[in-house]
């Protein structure tokens, strides 16, 4: 079974950044379509960007749009989200996920599915921005 586990979170001021890893255990990162989503206290989780990761075709947000960048490296089998000019209201935490690729989720597909669609979840790393 999938493992995740999120690391890179921190304190920044507003307009910082911060660069989040997502490290895959358990198979390879390539058949899985995978996303960052992110929770502030009071609301709901909310997709930040997503990735299909045998293309390196991603989804963004549009509030994120310009501003934040998935990459991959699949040697170490670890997704990373470079976050740029954050903004107070980004602080959140932040949690990595994942679907295998084979359950529907090629292609287009990936970057359709929504929060329950992703059965691995990893334990989520903080991110805070404030002045």
């Known amino acids: 079974q999938v493992q995740l586990v999120e690391s890179g979170g921190g304190s920044v001021l507003p307009g910082g950044s911060l660069r989040l890893s997502c490290a895959v255990s358990g198979d390879t990162l390539s058949r899985y379509c995978m996303g960052w989503f992110r929770q502030a206290p009071g609301k709901e989780r909310e997709g930040v960007a997503i990735?299909?990761?045998?293309?390196?075709?991603?989804w963004y947000a549009d509030s994120v749009k310009g501003r934040f960048t998935l990459s991959q490296d699949n040697a170490k089998n670890t997704l990373h989200l470079q976050m740029n000019s954050l903004k107070s209201e980004e602080a959140a935490m932040y949690y990595c996920a994942a679907v295998a690729a084979f359950r529907g989720y090629a292609g287009s597909r990936c970057y359709m599915a929504r929060l329950s669609d992703f059965p691995y979840w990893g334990q989520g790393t903080q991110v805070a921005v404030s002045s």
């Open positions: 990735i299909y990761n045998e293309s390196g075709g991603t």
